[in-house]
């Protein structure tokens, strides 16, 4: 089992930044993929960026491409979702994810993926 904590949401004015981050305990975190995912009020979960178990390759959605950063840090067993130029269509709830196999962290709506967060609330005021 791996639990996934997640933390740094809140309320930012549009063109602000925050750093999300997700402390995993449980099994050996180096070994996960880990991803972020969004879902804002009647929509449905989306993907928003991923990075692999050595912290070697990122991806990124195409809407927060140039804008946020994912990055992992093994030691510390923590994820980071560094979000710059936010925007109000960013407002939504934030999950942490992690799965051995990063193409289930990168799916569009990370399905089959093992674990989640239970996600931290980002508020983009215009």
């Known amino acids: 089992q791996v639990q996934l904590v997640e933390s740094g949401g809140g309320l930012v004015q549009a063109g602000g930044s925050l750093r999300l981050s997700c402390a995993a305990s449980?099994?050996?975190?180096?070994?996960?993929?880990m991803g972020w995912f969004r879902q804002a009020p009647g929509k449905e979960r989306e993907f928003v960026a991923a990075?692999?178990?050595?912290?070697?390759?990122?991806y990124y959605a195409d809407s927060v491409k140039g804008r946020f950063t994912i990055s992992k840090n093994n030691a510390k067993n923590t994820v980071y979702l560094q979000m710059n130029g936010l925007k109000p269509e960013d407002t939504a709830v934030y999950y942490c994810?992690?799965?051995?196999?990063?193409?289930?962290?990168?799916?569009?709506?990370?399905?089959?993926?093992?674990?989640w967060g239970k996600g931290t609330l980002v508020t983009v005021s215009s």
């Open positions: 990075i692999s178990w050595s912290g070697g390759s990122t």
């Open positions: 449980g099994r050996t975190f180096s070994n996960y993929a």
């Open positions: 994810a992690a799965d051995p196999s990063l193409s289930r962290v990168r799916t569009a709506q990370g399905m089959g993926v093992d674990y």
